[in-house]
């Protein structure tokens, strides 16, 4: 009986790993696109003001933005509204591409070494990278998620999650007064950054 198991797991784990590669394989390919994509307009950009505005389609292709604003936000978020939800994510959308279009130089190139992906969870795949900008290397990690093709749901730099980050701000927006305190800092940050 214990060997008959132990055949039935050997066969299902063979049976799965190379479907987790595949998995893998397509996630790393959909990355590697993306940031070829990012970089090759970076580069071209005329100005940083440009670049946000350049990145944005190439942006809402790769990353799930429903995604990373509900898990931003937290438990807070089944409270809102649809209108709220909307008007929430479309903020969030433009203050995470501005904060990323922030972070190049028009002109300079990265370089980014891509390490083994693995697979935290089924329909989730972690792409660790090394970066090397301008002199300082960092270690970026990107999550992501099947959500109609490979999308991007987070992104760790040294460590620290995107999405973490956010979510203890609006955490604490969204105890001292729900939604509406949680949209008004999002159109808040948007001002501060045209």
Known sequence: ?????????????????????????????????????????????????????????ILLRY??????????IGPGWRQFTGDQKEQATGLFTTLIIRTYSDKFTPGEHPVVKYKSATTPAPGRVEVPTSLLYKGSSYDVTYRLEQDGGW???????????????????????????????VIAALAQAEQKNP
């Open 1 to 57: 009986m214990i060997s008959r198991l132990l055949l039935l797991f050997a066969a299902a784990t063979g049976l799965l790993l190379p479907s987790t590669m595949a998995s893998n394989a397509d996630a790393e390919t959909r990355l590697k696109s993306a940031v070829t994509e990012v970089l090759d307009v970076a580069e071209k950009s005329a100005s940083s003001g440009k670049l946000a505005e350049d990145l944005r389609p």
């Open 151 to 181: 999308k991007i749901t987070d992104v760790l730099i040294e460590g620290v999650s995107l999405i973490a980050n956010y979510r203890s701000q609006f955490d604490a927006q969204f105890k001292k007064d729900g939604a509406k305190a």
């Open 63 to 72: 990353i799930s933005f429903d995604a990373m604003t509900r898990r931003a």
